[in-house]
């Protein structure tokens, strides 16, 4: 029987609509033969198992349908490159199927045309990118990238119901002779992007800047997400560097006003702590514990100081202050008698790097310095002087406590006797948050700095030192990337941007969730690298800063910007935008910008 839902209070749509334009970019590479192999020992992921009382599924035997199962018995038993076609039509024998790829991934509904001559059992499998060997691997991302459908004789028009991230896909016709032509995508993605522009004397750079460009249209469509594909999730934490990344592509704030909307009006937060807010919500799964993120709440309030310098929206400051003083609260419950946070409960997740990713150990340092910049921000936010005493006093704690003369160490242990013991493990990580938190300065920590600058970072990993363990894109480089740029080294920083992004752009039109994403677990269209659109903007554009409340910029192209000539058009409402240009001519450098009506640049 059908159950009707409980009625729900929606919030207006203030922003646009995905247009839903259908584009086929996808050609047909090979024809492959399959076997169905019942003896294959199947894999099971986490997502079908019932792993916590908070977790809705149904149990497996009762599932009618089980297609990540089905898929892994279903065994390529060879591969033929090229796929044939008469007049548009792709002829499948029964266990046939033909692989599609696409030049870049796209976002939004997979569809085609299939004809039965009979009965068919119809799979469509699809990833972000070809392996290899010219497979679709759909289980890589850790979710099941797959539809089936059971057809009778007659003529489809197929589409998805749910949108995807996809750059390849494999349709296999099992039991039955069928035909397909028209295979396409109806995109799901913000339009705002497109009006973005950017171009410059450096290819690369602009390739980079279109692929932000793209994985912001692909993680904007109705909040700042993680992903398209995979979890589509608005995570705080990432969204500190997709918010960076939507100010200069989306042209207002709306989008991500709509983010702490959400939490400053649900009415509590179910499994969690008092005072606690889930990592992303309201899409939370509650699959294991722990299933909160204590860093990612930290991370919250430090986004909302950046929020109100972009909007100067204090109403959604005073919306969210209940969340802001619960989770104040919760944090405090866990101070030690130095005032370090000790004995974290949830998920102390740092990133992805080493030593970042699940922290279980008494004292995480790296984890104090994000709650020193909570504290600062918070006392920003609402007026509170005595936390930023406090954040001074937290300050020198980790400083006499993790400094060991050439760097900052991550943790440290209570023995059983209460003593602490400071572990030697020091990562690339946590030496970024000293610097982002105040902890440590290019004055008082001069040759941390400089080694730093020099000899880690995307194009040299921890080679030169490799007893500190190297960081990845979330958070480490991005926080790298933030230190560089409010250090004003601009060539460095485009330098990096293109070791780091370059190979992401050209291989899929997108930015990944990690420098190893085409490995198992990771996405490779994810919206926090977006930021590198900010850091373009910023250091080869050289538009520093946009206040929309006062209606004026600022321009000023780095001395060292390594390029002879730029132009950029940037959204800075729902209908305007602002246009930079400047050459390089004779040394001088000639600058010309184009205001809507009522801008003007300063300086």
Known sequence: ?????????????????????????????????????????????????????????????????????????????????????????????????????????????????????????????????????????????????????????????????????????????????????????????????????????????????????????????????????????????????????????????????????????????????????????????????????????????????????????????????????????????????????????GWVFLGWGGNESNVKYSISYATNMQYVRFLESFAALYARPDLRTEARRVREAIRRAAWNGEWFRDFAVRQSDGSLTVADSCSEGCQYLAFFSGVATPETHPELWKRLCSSFGPKHGNAAFPKIAQTDLLFGYCVRFDLLSRAGLSAQVLDEVKACFLPMAERTGTLWEAMRSTSVGFSCDHGFTASAAELITRHALGLMRIDRAAKTIAVDVPKDVPLDWCEGTVPVSATEEVGVKWRRTDGRVRVETKLPKGWRREG
């Open 1 to 345: 029987p059908l159950a009707e839902q409980q009625a729900k209070t929606l919030l207006p749509r203030e922003w646009a609509y995905p247009d839903f334009a259908v584009t086929a970019p996808f050609a047909a590479v090979s024809t492959e033969r399959v076997e169905r192999d019942e003896t294959v020992k199947v894999r099971t992921d986490r997502c079908l198992v019932q792993s916590h009382p908070g977790y809705k599924i149904y149990p497996l035997e009762e599932l009618a349908e089980n297609p990540h199962h089905d898929l892994q018995k279903l065994k390529t038993v060879s591969r033929t490159k090229g796929a044939a076609a008469r007049d548009g039509w792709h002829p499948l024998a029964a266990n046939e199927g033909v692989v599609f790829e696409a030049p870049r991934e796209y976002a939004g509904f997979p569809r085609f045309r299939a004809k039965c001559r009979g009965p068919v059992t119809l799979y469509l499998s699809f990833d972000e990118f070809l392996q290899p060997d010219g497979s679709v691997d759909n289980f890589r991302a850790e979710t099941l990238g797959a539809a089936v459908w059971h057809l009778a004789p007659g003529e489809y028009d197929l589409e998805g119901f749910e949108p995807v991230g996809f750059g390849s896909a494999h349709v296999i016709s099992e039991g039955g002779e069928m035909v397909l032509r028209g295979f396409d995508v109806r995109t799901y993605q913000n339009p705002n992007p497109a009006r973005t522009s950017f171009r410059s004397s450096d290819p690369a750079i602009d390739k980079v800047f279109a692929a932000a460009a793209r994985s912001i249209a692909h993680n904007s469509v109705d909040l700042p997400t993680d992903c398209p594909g995979r979890e589509r999730g608005a995570y705080f934490g990432d969204t500190v560097f997709t918010a960076r990344g939507m100010d200069v592509l989306l042209g207002d704030t709306r989008l991500e006003r709509s983010l702490f909307e959400n939490y400053a009006l649900a009415p509590g937060f179910a499994n969690l702590p008092e005072g606690m807010i889930p990592m992303c919500y309201p899409a939370d799964v509650v699959i294991a514990e722990p299933h909160w993120i204590p860093n990612f709440a930290l991370w919250a309030v430090i986004q909302l100081e950046e929020y109100v310098r972009r909007s100067g929206d204090r109403g959604t400051v005073e919306s969210f202050r209940r969340r802001a003083d619960g989770l104040l609260a919760w944090f405090r419950r866990y101070r030690n008698a130095d005032g370090l946070l000790e004995n974290l409960p």
